[in-house]
Every structure is written in structure tokens, then in C-alpha cells.
């Protein structure tokens, strides 16, 4: 813990939640109202009451006030939870927020709304047009894991930030001797659940693609050498499609040397197949290190990569 | 069927660098350009094609009924805006990082005007030996190795997947009528079930492969639609990022690739696509079980 917050004590007689999101199946913005629960909302018998908005047009007094209405409230809380979700949803909208909650907005014995807690996430790829509003937060923090980024995933982040060619980046750390350098999006996903299928264990997640310089791969290369017990490194990526095998040889290459080790050694495959794979192979090859070609699949990659042996393509 | 040959197409953010060599690609694999847009950039040329300060402009000289957009993502608001204004029926938005809220609203615009959107952040579409729309596949050469003509079409929320899909069936005999990267934002266009709705009426569609991937709810949608509907078409799928139902909140990849409250978990879409009849693999080299063999 890092920061205490002392709040004066309320009495209340309902606990309400009022959201707003991304309803990403109807591609609208939907607005949340729960009239119990509060920051039990998930667990509560109510239903909490959906309505999606256009997000030209905005959440209308009108549709908020049958929101609530729907929920159950009436009176002045109608009137007064409806426009407060009508500003919500003006928020949401303003700030590029992926959600927006006030939870709980609690009701007290005279009638009277207070918000206790709320919460706003802003869109990452928004950021650019809220760099003012942020500077008003003061510091900011960035985490996608949901735990403050280890050094290692740091330092991966700002290799990535070398220069706008491609991403050679996006790391999160395991606990394992595997280091994986892995690529597309796609691709690495289906390789992480693969190298655990066989039995490996990877010393990290991570993701390369959209052309990476020679720099950034040798770079992060070498980064991910450099974790303490890793003994072994996999090189693998789907057939490519703009990204030259080439340059992701030429920079895995020179990554393990800046880390003083010999690529034959360390390099347990490598498997980027598409634009450029003949050159890619020549610089493996000239490195002692195995090759596979797209007729060696993703998931016979991963178990050459966890068990060794020889390649059996299938 | 999606990309009808004939068809005009145009290149927004032509001028580009990745645009540029993109469109050379295009066009050496049949794709039929007439004409881009870049504002700043009119009477300018990119190989051999003409280039106009706005899609109004290039309208008066042409009958584009096809947009690729490639511009920088603060841009696709009103790049996509334009394109509809134009009259557009295909919009496919090659842009990655573009704002949800921006997203959001240009599919609003898109349902209005009756313009189908794929993407955005997808690589493009492509039929096989007919044309292709984006950086799909990369050079040419790349591409006739990895897509082949055939019966099944090819379905993924990741653009690196749908070539090392397609380049799979291609080495195993199978050929493919489409293949569409649909993007892999939160918020995209045309989606599993609005797509597997239309290769339903598509003759030359006999399978589909599917790729998908944890966080939102496209295969949950698709399984829904199939319960409803049935489907006469031979489906398969691979889910991808297994490991991430045990890693709540942490995002990969993909801006979409995200498990909260458990929803959008790979188990759950697994469970649901086999609930509605289709045949969900564990290990991607399974995912040839029962697709028509053969090229046409």
C-alpha cells in the first residue's frame, strides 16, 4: 500500500452503481444503472438496468429519466439519478473513457445523493487528445498487468519506444528458463498456450511484428537473455506478412552476441517464415542455428522449442 | 461475396509509405485501384494512380465503391466519414489504435449510409487468385505461396493468423474463397456472425475456419446466431490464448484480448461454439478435421 485516504463516515439507507461503457457486441455506448448493490452490483438479485446510446447524440434526459424509471426509482431520485447518469455519459464521452462508474452513489435517510467512490478508465489509444486532462491528475501511471511493471517489462516497454518501426516489446514476465521471442499478436498467444501444452515453462510472454528494426530485435533480444536462469531462447512467428524474417534474424543474431553467448547454444529455433525467409535462413544457418519453414506448424514449433528432438515436419 | 472484381476501388492515405508499397502489391495481385486520396496531395501520382485532395474530388472522376483506409488513426474519423458521404458500399480500415469512441461512431455513420466496415486495425481481406484488399499476405510472392483457391473461408481476429491459416490449408490441399482479418480492436465493423451470415449465401463457401481470440463477445455472438439459425456450412475453430482465462484483467496483444469479470474467456467461447455445432480444436494442426479437400 502507498496511499491512505480518510473520508468522514455517512449513514446511508441504499447504495446505488451507475456506469457507463462499451457494449462492444452492439458497438454502442451503454449506460448502467443498479439500484442495489453498489459495490456489490455483480453479486446483487437486482438486475442492473442496460440501455445503449448513440454516441453522436448522447445519453437524452429522456432515455435516462426510463432508465431509472425501469429500476425502479421515482420522485426527486428519479429525477436526480437520471440527470446524474446524463453527466456520467457526457463524461464518458468528453474524457474517451472505456468505463466511467460512480459506485456506490448512496442514498441517504433525507433523500440526499452522495458519490462515495468512482472510477474512469481512459482509452490508450485516446491518450493523445487527453494529454491535458491527464496533466491535471498529476502523475500518471500506466499498467496493463494489473501489478506495477517489473524492470525487465520496463525496459522491454522502452525498447519498444526506440523508434515507430513495428513492435518488438510487450513483455510480461514469467517465472520460467524458456525465453520466448514471439510473434504476432495472434501468433504469440497461440505459441504461450502451446510451449505450456508441451510442458515448458516461459520466462516470459511477448510480442513482435509490423517490421521491427534489426535494433529493436537485437535489443530486446538481449533483454530477455538477460533474466537471471533463462538458458534457452525460441524464435517463432506465423507466416509473416510485412515483417522481413531478414531483419528479425540479423537482430536476434546480434542480440545474443551482445550478450556474450553463441546463437548455435542458445537459439533453440527459429521459424519466421514469409517475405525474405531465404535470407533469414542463410543468416541462421551461417549461425548454427536450427530452421524450421511454414510447413513445420505453430504447435510442432512449440514442442520442438520445450522438448527438443529432432524436426519432424508434418 | 465480398470483393466483386469489377469493382472500383480507392486508397485513402495513399501517399502514404506503408500505403504506397501496399498499393503496388495490390495491384500486381489484380486488385483493381483506380484512384487515392490524401489531402495536400492532388494531381500527384503512386504508381500510375491518380491522387485527389478528397474522396468528393475523386468522385467526380471515378465510381469507387471500395475504400481502403490507411491513414493515421486521429484521421479515420473523417477519412471514413468522407468515404460514406461518397456513397462507398466496402470500408476496410487498415489503421491501428484508432480511439473506440471514433470507432463508435464512424460504424454508427456506416449502418446509415448501408456501408459494410471491416476493421478497424485489420490487415485486409482476400480472395484468392481474384484480387485483395490491404497488406494481407505482404509481396506477392508471399501471397501465392500462402493463399490458394477453394471452397473454405478463413475468419480471424488476427491478420498474422489468417496468412499462417491459410498458408496451413494451402500446404494440406485446401483452398480458400475468403479470407478476412476482422480486426483486432474491441470495436470493429463486421463481425464473426454479421460475416458467417453472409458466405451462408455464398455458393462458392462450403467451410468456414474461424480464429479467435479471449476478451469480447464475437464468438459468444456467432454461437448465439448458430442456435438460432443453424448454418449450413462445415465450421471449425481455434480459440488462441487459453492461459489468459487464468490472468483476469492483464491485456496481450490485441487491444481486445482481455478477460474481466469473467467474460471472454476462452473455456466460455469454447464451450458455447460447441454448444452450437461447431468444432472447436485444441491444437491448431486439428483445425483441417473434415474441410473440403481439393482446389477449384
Redesign the interface.
Known sequence: MTELSVEVKVEFQRELYLGVAWDTANKLPVALLGISGGVDVEQSAQPVVRRTFDPWTGLSEEVAGEIADEAGLGGETLAAVSTTLVQLAQAFIACDAVIAEINPLVELAGGQLIGVDAHLEIDDDAVYRQQSRLRSLGKVVSTSTGRPPTPLELEAQRIDAMDHRGVAGRVVEFDGDLALLIGGGGASLTLFDAVLRHGGKPANYCEIGGNPTPEKVAALTELLLSKPGVTRLAVIMNVVNNTRADLIASGVVSGVQKSGRLPAEVIVLFRVPGSWEQEAAEIMAGAGVPVCGREVSLDECARLAVQGGSIDAS | MLLDPQAEIMVQGITGR?ASAMVADMLEYGSRIVAGVTPGKGGQQVHGIPVYNSVAELMEHHQASITVVSVP??AVLDATMEAFAGGVQLCLIMSE?????D???L???ARQAGCLVIGPNT?GLIRPQVAKLG?????VD?VR??YSPGSTAVL??????T??IA??LT?HGIGQSIAIGVG?D???GANFSELVSMLEKDSATEAVVL?G??G???EE?LAEMLLQRGSRLRINA?L?????DDM??????????IVE?GRGSIAGKQRALREAGVFVV????DLLEGLPAGFD
Not at chain 2, 497488406?135 to 509481396?139: A, N, P, S
Not at chain 2, 488462441?240 to 489468459?244: H, L
Request: aromatic share 10%.
Open positions: 506503408e488513426a486521429p489504435r484508432v480511439p473506440r469512441l470507432a463508435c461512431k460504424l454508427v455513420a490487415l497488406t494481407i499476405g505482404g509481396r508471399n505461396r500462402s480471424s481476429r488476427s491478420g498474422g493468423m496468412t499462417e498458408s496451413f500446404s483486432g474491441p470495436i470493429i480464429y481470440e479471449p469480447g463477445t464475437a455472438d481455434f488462441s490464448g487459453r492461459f489468459v483476469e484483467g492483464v491485456r496481450f496483444g490485441h487491444a481486445a484480448v469479470q485444441e491444437r491448431f494442426d
